[in-house]
Nanobody, 126 residues
């Protein structure tokens, strides 16, 4: 398994949750990474991305100010810290590796991501 996500669970609206994703391939440290989510009956959507060196980050508008993406290339971990959670944040969350070059800008296009974790369920109750 190249990407292993963990940290999902059940939380009440307004609560917080942290996700982690560990990668095994050392080359992933030189790739941008992203988090996506998929709600039942909906397409997988972009949540956040982080540059290979952690210096640039991007978020979908609906999570700005509430979610924070970060990474630790030494530990080979990418994180997603989620706060002020809403029921509409419910879904399976996936970490993914962008297959493009390190100098490319961050992308919200899931077709740019070539390696995917198995997903972790996040459920926010109202």
């Amino acid at each position: 398994v190249q990407l292993q996500a963990s940290g999902g669970g059940l939380v009440q609206a307004g609560g917080s949750l942290g996700l982690s994703c560990e990668w095994s391939d050392p080359l992933f440290s030189y790739h941008h990474m992203g988090w996506f989510r998929q709600a039942p009956g909906k397409e997988r959507e972009f949540v956040a991305a982080i540059a290979w060196n952690g210096q640039n980050k991007s978020y979908v508008d609906s999570v700005k100010g509430r979610f924070t993406i970060s990474r630790d290339n030494v530990k080979k971990l990418v994180y997603l810290r989620m706060s002020s959670l809403k029921p509409e944040d419910t879904g399976v969350y996936y970490c993914a590796v962008d297959g493009r070059k390190a100098h490319d800008t961050l992308s919200a296009d899931r077709n740019q991501y070539i390696h995917w974790g198995q997903g972790t369920q996040v459920t926010v109750s109202s």
